[in-house]
């Protein structure tokens, strides 16, 4: 059998293809997408993809972006990969202690898993004063050039970060290799990462690692603003957040209720 042969799928579902077709289009775009630009992208004619673009509308996949006429993704795919066991396991263990360790440090905190290329938030909880940075639920960002990735991607065995580093290259071909793996091996020597945020001035973001078998499912990370007067410091902050992942840690390993966090 040729090698083009063997590569060919065993079934095809042309209505399925199209329809998946379009949500990965969707979920790459960085803006809606009109009729004519999601027909350019998958390579099919408007006639072929207008009754599928109702059928995932009247479902709730996409929806038509508020006051124009482009299609986007909701957050339908999102909610149902949150009911995946582990992912739902990992939110019910961490959100007590998020609160405990927000209630504790007066900020915010989110739990962040990777995503391919990029991370996503599963779960946030608020600052309980009144000033705080909001990560939304489902927010997205490269994994390259953020801290919780930053984490993720540090703590894993050498070969999935070379797995996932072929991974990063081929979305981002400029990456600086190098350099992002030397801030992984610093993170993992120290158990944390440490970084001014790119996206906010004033933001320090810092992070810390749940961990199952030793490599990271999750990162659990402090958009850390200083206050004034402050409460608490960077540094008690960074202890406090690593007691709380490691508490984390050890209830997805022995089960929610085993450990408090002070």
Known sequence: MST????????????????????????????????????????????????????LEERGYIARAPGESGYALTNRLFMLGMEQPPVKSAVEAALPVMHRLADRIQQPCH?????????????????????????????RRPLAHSTSGLVLFAFQSEAIRARWLQMLLQSEPELDRARFV????????????????????????????????DHAVCALTIPFIERHPARIG??????ALRKAADEISHALMYGAGSGTAG
Do not use: C, W
Not at 12 to 21: H, N, S, V
Not at 115 to 136: N, T, Y
């Open 234 to 239: 960077a540094d008690a902050a960074v202890a």
């Open 111 to 139: 739990l962040v898993v990777p995503s391919r290329e990029q991370i996503v938030v599963i779960a946030r909880v608020d600052a309980p004063g009144d000033i705080g940075l909001v990560v939304r639920v489902g927010h």
């Open 4 to 55: 083009v042969a063997s590569n060919m799928p065993k079934y095809r579902a042309p209505a399925l293809d199209k329809g998946l077709d379009i949500l990965e289009l969707l979920a790459r775009a960085s803006a809606p997408m009109n009729m004519t630009e999601i027909s350019e992208g998958v390579g099919r004619s408007k006639g072929e993809i207008f009754r599928m673009l109702q059928v």
């Open 182 to 213: 030397e801030r992984a091996d610093q993170a993992r020597a120290r158990g944390h990462a440490r970084a001014a945020s790119d996206v906010v001035d004033g933001v320090i973001d810092l992070s810390a690692p749940v961990l199952q078998h």
